[in-house]
């Protein structure tokens, strides 16, 4: 049986120490396009972090481990509180016993006592490789490990003997794949990396791996950190890709939830009905499954929208970034999710969007993760449509921020 002890647990704050990375303060304001109003917030803007691991594991797809005892997280799981959370999780979802064919971590302890992690261990062993991420929510994933790939050359160029990305399979490979082509269309260069996916139920071994701190994170006092340098460039990329050189007619872009497990809008036939009343000379495209598109098709079909309206959730993040400076953007979500972190990161890019609380349908989930099902006051809907319509009409002129 392999056995390992975890020490410590090393947060961004200890990685920015030994390189020397400051968390600037960063003042930005969001700007509500519903009632014209600009909140100020304040955020810390950093460079990521670049670290050479020697040797340990990679446990649940995300977490990584050293051979020493230190442990590191990525994205919104940078907290012990995130780390303990999906250990606990997929301890009770695998089940896996102390054997003498796993590998078995002690000295994790939370507020329930005693964690130890027990699993089975993939007979691949992993070398000389970037390490990506574990992140199967493409919002997260938009904000919090794709502008990463605009350090690979950082990487790459001294380290020729590196030539393959390393990511669990719960990241769809196109999104690796869309990654990398638009890193590699900023730099002007091709990588000639490989892409290797493994299970993430199982614990994989790894030798001379590099890692890239997260790109957007909250620390312990709830203020959002985030690479706005990289964010910035690495959505300014994703737009220029995304181009069309010929002129659409206009068209408004409904991203519908309709067919997800949770959050859905129940009254989203209505709120169509309100759209088109509201924009009559328009063309009206919905997309209920955005996801089955290539993410070239994807990005293409929102950046070239006259607006967007997005059911709360999914590809947020990923409409964001290809948001036209201008374009009118709302956004619906449950009045029992807070979308902090989504509406700064958007802040951070210098964008603005109108968004919509819906009213959560039934009894209401005990889930962090998963929302009920919401209803839309569509007096309060129409409303809006009415206002961004003098946006799309240029009746009045979007703030620059």
Not at 200 to 212: E, G, Y
Not at 223 to 233: F, L, P, Q, T
Request: glycine residues 6%; positive net charge; contains cysteine.
């Amino acid at each position: 049986m392999t056995t390992l002890k975890l020490k410590q647990f090393v947060e961004v704050r200890e990685i920015s120490k030994s390189q020397g990375i400051n968390f600037i303060p960063y003042p930005l304001a969001h700007l509500d396009l519903n009632n014209l109003k600009l909140s100020p917030r304040l955020i810390h803007s950093f460079k990521p972090g670049i670290l050479v691991l020697k040797s340990g594991w990679i446990i649940d797809g995300r977490v990584m481990v050293t051979d020493d005892g230190a442990i590191l997280g990525e994205g919104f799981n940078w907290s012990v509180n995130g780390i303990k959370h999906l250990f606990r999780n997929q301890n009770e979802k695998l089940k896996v016993k102390t054997s003498s064919k796993n590998l078995s971590i002690t000295g994790f302890k939370d507020e329930q006592g005693r964690c130890d992690i027990n699993r089975e261990i993939n007979n691949d062993e992993l070398s000389n490789a970037i390490f990506l991420s574990g992140f199967d929510n493409l919002s997260h994933y938009m904000m919090e490990i794709a502008p990463k790939s605009l350090l690979f050359p950082n990487i790459l160029n001294p380290n020729p003997n590196i030539k393959t990305i390393i990511a669990s399979s719960l990241v769809p490979k196109k999104w690796i794949e869309y990654t990398i082509k638009t890193a590699e269309s900023s730099a002007n260069q091709n990588f000639g990396l490989k892409i290797k996916q493994f299970n993430p139920d199982k614990a994989v071994r790894f030798k001379n791996f590099v890692a890239i701190t997260s790109t957007t994170f909250r620390g312990d006092e709830d203020i959002i950190k985030m690479s706005v340098h990289e964010a910035k460039s690495f959505s300014q990329q994703m737009c220029k890709n995304a181009a069309s050189p010929s002129k659409n007619d206009p068209y408004i872009l409904y991203l519908s939830r309709k067919n997800a497990s949770h959050r859905r809008t129940v009254n989203q036939d209505n709120l169509i009905k309100i759209i088109k009343k509201v924009f009559p000379d328009l063309k009206f495209a919905i997309e209920e499954q955005i996801q089955k598109l290539s993410m070239e098709d994807q990005a293409k079909l929102i950046y070239n929208a006259s607006m967007i309206i997005e059911e709360g959730g999914g590809s947020t993040a990923f409409t964001n970034n290809l948001l036209v400076s201008g374009m009118p953007y709302v956004f619906i979500f449950s009045s029992q999710r807070k979308a902090f972190a989504g509406l700064l990161y958007m802040a951070g890019l210098g964008k603005s969007a109108a968004w919509v609380l819906g009213e959560p349908v039934g009894k209401l989930t005990e889930s962090p993760y998963i929302d009920n099902d919401i209803h839309v006051n569509e007096t309060n809907f129409e409303n809006l449509m009415i206002k961004m319509s003098l946006f799309i009409k240029k009746k009045i002129k979007m703030e620059i921020l």
